[in-house]
């Protein structure tokens, strides 16, 4: 089993900055890729930016030059720096972790979901 609490949401103005933290814990080494997921009101859960084990990275379109997803296994945590936010930004935003090698970029590709943090940009 991996747990997952995700902190650092809050309420920002349009072009503010927020990070966003996942603290791993459990079997934290079986960990294959990690992403960070958004899901709005009304709206699917949807991906902003993962990574694999092997080092790749992904983010979605919406997040490429705005987001940065960057880990500190010291500290088994996980981040999302979030840059340049817009209303169409907010969402609650969750952490998840997927344990076997393989493609990671669907919600149906993780096995362990945090409860998420609410990001709230205003215009």
């Known amino acids: 089993q991996v747990q997952l609490v995700e902190s650092g949401g809050g309420l920002v103005q349009t072009g503010g900055s927020l990070k966003l933290s996942c603290a791993l814990s459990g079997r934290t080494f079986s960990i294959y890729a990690m992403g960070w997921f958004r899901q709005a009101p009304g709206k699917e859960r949807e991906i902003v930016a993962a990574f694999s084990g092997y080092g790749s990275m992904y983010y979605a379109d919406s997040a490429k030059g705005r987001f940065t997803i960057s880990r500190d296994n010291s500290k088994n945590t996980v981040y999302l720096q979030m840059n340049s936010l817009k209303p169409e930004d907010t969402a609650v935003y969750h952490c998840?972790?997927?344990?076997?090698?393989?493609?990671?970029?669907?919600?149906?590709?993780?096995?362990?979901w945090g409860q998420g943090t609410q990001v709230t940009v205003s215009s």
């Open positions: 998840a972790a997927r344990v076997l090698r393989g493609e990671y970029y669907a919600v149906r590709d993780y096995d362990y």
